[in-house]
């Protein structure tokens, strides 16, 4: 199956980069391209993407907007962003995360991590793992400058290993290094994983580890910051 992707920036020469990186990849081709946010969400809600790979740093309506939009529409539940930024400086990644996007990469990634990225987030996964993703989600995601996404009460609902799991995923671990740790297997943490989801109203992964923050089920540690 072919990964349609939507790209999102104001710079026309890194659209035309990308576009000719991702449609050298058999398994994936580029839909349609937008200059800014406005023109993103109305190209989302023409060509439905799998996944719109989105700058945060537009004129007019920006990637943030953009990102809260598209991803609050129930006609484009299918599609996925995927956040391209500076990320060391950039704190409105924190709230594209809340708003639904399912990771971000920086601008200066090789094109195997792109590539990589596009189909991780195209398969309903994260990308939360790389440590400089850690420090920015510790050190900005547990301010609680927004509405929470879950009462703190809701955890009630999940198992004692829903939350276990849910904590090593907020932590930036894999599936795999979860199921190293917790001995079991990698199918099983996505269970569990994929249950959480399920109890806690969650759109994908990256609003898992959100709610875990600002439900207070994990705490930033003082050496992620």
Avoid: W
Avoid at 11 to 31: C, K, N, Y
Avoid at 105 to 116: A, N, R
Wanted: hydrophobic share 45%; glycine share 6%; charged share 25%.
């Amino acid at each position: 199956m072919t990964i349609r992707v939507l790209l999102a920036d104001d710079q026309a020469l890194l659209r035309a980069t990308f576009r000719i990186l991702i449609e050298s990849d058999p398994g994936m081709t580029v839909v349609a391209e937008a200059a800014d946010g406005q023109e993103a969400v109305d190209l989302s809600r023409e060509h439905r993407p799998d996944v719109v790979l989105m700058d945060i740093r537009m004129p007019g309506t920006d990637g943030l907007a953009a990102t809260t939009d598209i991803c609050s529409r129930l006609e484009l539940a299918a599609t996925r962003v995927l956040i391209l930024t500076t990320f060391e400086n950039d704190q409105n990644v924190a709230k594209a995360l809340r708003a639904g996007a399912s990771g971000f990469l920086g601008k200066d990634v090789g094109p195997d991590v792109l590539l990589t990225g596009i189909r991780t987030v195209a398969a309903g996964e994260s990308l939360l793992s790389p440590s400089a993703t850690r420090a920015l989600i510790t050190r900005f995601l547990s301010t609680p400058d927004e509405k929470p996404l879950a009462p703190p009460e809701g955890l009630s609902a999940l198992t004692d290993r829903e939350r276990e799991v849910m904590a090593l995923a907020a932590h930036g671990r894999s599936n795999t290094e979860i199921a190293e740790e917790l001995v079991v297997s990698p199918l099983t943490v996505r269970s569990h994983v994929q249950r959480a989801m399920t109890k806690l109203h969650c759109r994908d992964r990256a609003q898992l580890v959100v709610i875990a923050y600002q439900s207070g089920l994990v705490v930033p540690r003082p050496y992620d910051r």
